[in-house]
């Protein structure tokens, strides 16, 4: 039976101890053997069911992949959750939440490695645009999945410049 790495950290995630299931995570990286010493240190047997399918996903060939799902899913898991509604289309009278293009100029602004921006019908304003500069200029690699007829004259995306030097 092939385990689903990513079924599997989610399970983890939501029902192991917090910091066993980062001791896992740890484990993980160091390989069978990192395993192997955390299942010699654990009672339960619903821990050591967890250190056991650790095992067969290395033995599968899923550990690395994994532990980085895992690692995702417990650090959503310890960040302080804030919902704020985010809306596409005119202005609401609902008195809070957010248009979508101020939450996407900020999320830009937040990005620290990478920026990946998908979107089926986007034509960038002024502040996308800028929140793209910036981004690029920061160092941040970006990549742009947008519906259109590709790279010509009138493409709104060509006038946001490689980094600067």
Request: with cysteine.
């Amino acid at each position: 039976m092939t385990l689903d790495p990513v079924t599997v950290a989610a399970r983890w995630a939501q029902q192991l101890p917090l910091e066993f299931a980062r001791g896992l995570a740890v484990a993980q990286r160091a390989g069978r053997s990192g395993l192997h010493v955390s299942r010699a240190k654990v009672a339960l047997p619903e821990l050591s069911a967890a250190v056991r399918t650790g095992l067969a996903l290395a033995e599968q060939g899923d550990a690395a992949v994994h532990r980085c799902v895992l690692t995702g899913w417990l650090a959503a898991a310890t960040a302080q959750q804030q919902v704020t509604p985010v809306w596409t289309g005119p202005e609401s009278d609902a008195g809070h939440g957010r248009l979508t293009l101020a939450v996407v100029a900020d999320l830009m602004a937040e990005a620290e490695q990478q920026l990946v921006l998908a979107s089926y019908a986007t034509v960038p304003g002024d502040g996308i645009r800028q929140a793209l500069r910036d981004a690029v200029d920061r160092g941040i690699t970006v990549m742009l999945a947008t519906r259109g007829a590709g790279p010509g004259p009138g493409d709104p995306w060509l006038s946001i410049p490689p980094a600067s030097s």
